[in-house]
Nanobody
Framework: QVQLQESGPGLVKPSQTLSLTCTVS??????????WNWIRQLPGKGLEWMGL???????YYSPSLKSRTSIFRDTSKNQFSLQLSSVTPEDTAVYYC???????????????WGQGTQVTVSS
């Protein structure tokens, strides 16, 4: 079973870059048809998908966050990371890493989540 663990600072100052890493165990981030996601939950709101890096290294971003978001992977460490630039207090949220697994035909088979990490943007 795939396990994911987020890590990174819990406090970031406004205008700085938020950086989080997701360490994966029990599976490889290059496994075919796996999509590795970053998702956040703002206070009192639902889940917001931020973007993903796919098994082949391609990346996709939420249009609303694309200008500030970068997702990349380190296959040697079996990790993938999120950078969100120019943060404001409105970026305070619980950040989750997630993997969605698909069949070759593109059908969702299941997903796994990290436990989430609280990031607060404050001076």
């Amino acid at each position: 079973q795939v396990q994911l663990q987020e890590s990174g600072p819990g406090l970031v100052k406004p205008s700085q870059t938020l950086s989080l890493t997701c360490t994966v165990s029990g599976g490889s981030i290059t496994t075919n048809f796996y999509a590795w996601n970053w998702i956040r939950q703002l206070p009192g709101k639902g889940l917001e998908w931020m973007g993903l890096v796919a098994y082949d290294g391609s990346t996709y971003y939420s249009p609303s966050l694309k200008s500030r978001t970068s997702i990349f992977r380190d296959t040697s460490k079996n990790q993938f990371s999120l950078q969100l630039s120019s943060v404001t207090p409105e970026d305070t949220a619980v950040y989750y890493c997630n993997v969605a697994t698909y069949s070759p035909a593109g059908l969702l088979r299941g997903d796994y989540w990290g436990q989430g990490t609280q990031v607060t943007v404050s001076s």
